[in-house]
Nanobody, 126 residues
Framework: QVQLEESGGGLVQPGGSLRLSCVAS????????MAWFRQTPGKEREFIAA????????NYASSAKGRFTISKDNLKNTVILQMNMLKPEETGVYYC???????????????????WGQGTQVTVSS
């Protein structure tokens, strides 16, 4: 069993930055693929970024490339999502997820993750 707890959400102006953090319980954090998803009312959960594999692989949604960075610290059981140059359309609830999907095609699928945090609200507005 893994428990995930997100933090770092809040209100930010367009063009600003936020750093989301997700702390995981459990002793096998290193083996998990970790990802961030975003959900807005009336829409399906949307993939943002994932960190996976022993080689420190990462995959990003096309909209996030060049602005967002995901990093996984196995010693601290933490995964960080640094978000820069935020846009109003990126407002939503951001969820941290843990599971065992591997490969770029699979880590984007929310149905392949076993554990989810409670979510943290991000609002991008002036």
């Amino acid at each position: 069993q893994v428990q995930l707890e997100e933090s770092g959400g809040g209100l930010v102006q367009p063009g600003g930055s936020l750093r989301l953090s997700c702390v995981a319980s459990g002793r096998t954090f290193e083996s998990y693929s970790m990802a961030w998803f975003r959900q807005t009312p009336g829409k399906e959960r949307e993939f943002i970024a994932a960190a996976y594999g022993r080689g420190g692989d990462a995959n990003y949604a096309s909209s996030a490339k060049g602005r967002f960075t995901i990093s996984k610290d196995n010693l601290k059981n933490t995964v960080i999502l640094q978000m820069n140059m935020l846009k109003p359309e990126e407002t939503g609830v951001y969820y941290c997820a843990a599971g065992f999907p591997l490969g770029m095609a699979r880590v984007v699928r929310p149905d392949l993750y076993d554990y989810w945090g409670q979510g943290t609200q991000v609002t991008v507005s002036s």
